[in-house]
């Protein structure tokens, strides 16, 4: 069976037996791989830290029957750290490679490659605030997917907004005569600010009133939810360890 080469990031990693671990990845060719990292959890191994959640590698991947062998691994983009070290950037990276996981499989993704690597990199430095990045990727991400929020026109009749109601099981806004009673109501300065996270308008995001951000992020995570079946686990998790790479 052949070896191959890629660009991938970590998206989550499972013990396997006393030193090697199973390895989920995103490549920008090959899709979702999940490839057995020999010796990688042993002080010694060469690539083991290049391996952990939100790094990016270069990678040498030997084919195999039900698991790829990792044979090699340099460094790409080294973000795990930076993102581990705070509470709300771990949170929100957790959130996107989760996301990511559930949205690829062994199709090639290059879109949600890039995607996902141009996060976790604004991410790990702190370009924009936490909730900010998540959001955008998650719309975005869901977006690539083939499920675009409607934002502009009605989800359910397509008429013309602006509107002013977003029912996220109906897919975003919807006008007055498709809101059923009790659809929640939106803000105009809301939908800009979602249509900006959409968009990678980072000065409207950045400068977005914290009430207009907050109210954005709710809407964003019902769509989420919905679109995705349940929400995200890593929005619920604890505090994260401190980075080691010596941990076994």
Known sequence: ????????????????????????????????????????????????????????????????RNLDIVQEASSLGAYGADIAADYDRYTAASAMVETADRLTDDE??????????????????????????????????????????????????????????FLAQLGGLVCASCAPPGTPHVTAAVLALMQALVAGDWGAVDTAPERDAIAASGLVAAYVQFTMDRGLRALGQPQPPAWNRGSR
Not at 158 to 163: D, I
């Open 1 to 64: 069976m052949p070896s191959y080469r890629d660009e991938a990031v970590v998206l989550r990693t499972h013990k396997l037996g006393e030193a090697d671990r199973i390895v989920t990845m995103l490549s920008r060719e090959h899709g979702k791989v999940r490839a057995v990292a020999k010796g990688v959890r042993r002080t010694s191994s060469k690539f083991g830290a290049r391996l952990e959640p939100f790094m990016v590698a270069d990678v040498q991947l030997y084919e195999g």
């Open 108 to 165: 090639p993704a290059p879109n949600q490659y890039y995607l996902l690597v141009g996060a976790l990199r604004s991410l790990s430095r702190g370009e924009h605030a936490a909730r900010g990045t998540l959001d955008s990727y998650l719309l975005r991400a869901l977006s690539l997917g083939g499920w675009a929020p409607a934002l502009e026109v009605c989800a359910r009749c397509g008429r013309e907004g602006p509107h002013g109601q």
